[in-house]
């Protein structure tokens, strides 16, 4: 692999992993209020979000410039944050 190539494929997984760092934040704002409940719109966004990243990675995976194990990790990773934010979330509706 040339040098330029492996230049790509570093910058498209910052690309990828700046995106992802972006919808953590929302998810963190999301569970520091817990306000999912009364903002059904932020869900929305997170939803969109999320999509949209993965239709990223699954375009970086298709040219070569990201790994679909890492690409697949970065998705994983913000799954699991989702998770905890409806968990938490749910935790609240039940006090």
């Known amino acids: 692999m040339t040098g330029d190539a492996i230049n790509y494929r570093e910058k498209a997984y910052a690309l990828l992993q700046a995106d992802a760092d972006k ?7 999301q569970m520091d209020n817990l306000t999912m409940p009364q903002c059904p719109l932020y869900e929305e966004v997170l939803d969109t979000q999320m999509f949209g990243l993965s239709r990223e990675i699954d375009f970086a995976v298709r ?12 998705l994983d990773r913000l799954e699991r944050e989702l998770s905890a934010l409806h968990e938490a979330v749910t935790k609240k509706r039940v006090r």
Do not use: M
């Not at 919808?23 to 704002?29: N, S």
């Open 23 to 29: 919808i953590v934040k929302l998810i963190q704002v």
């Open 63 to 74: 040219l070569g410039l990201v790994n679909e194990k890492e690409g697949k990790a970065l």
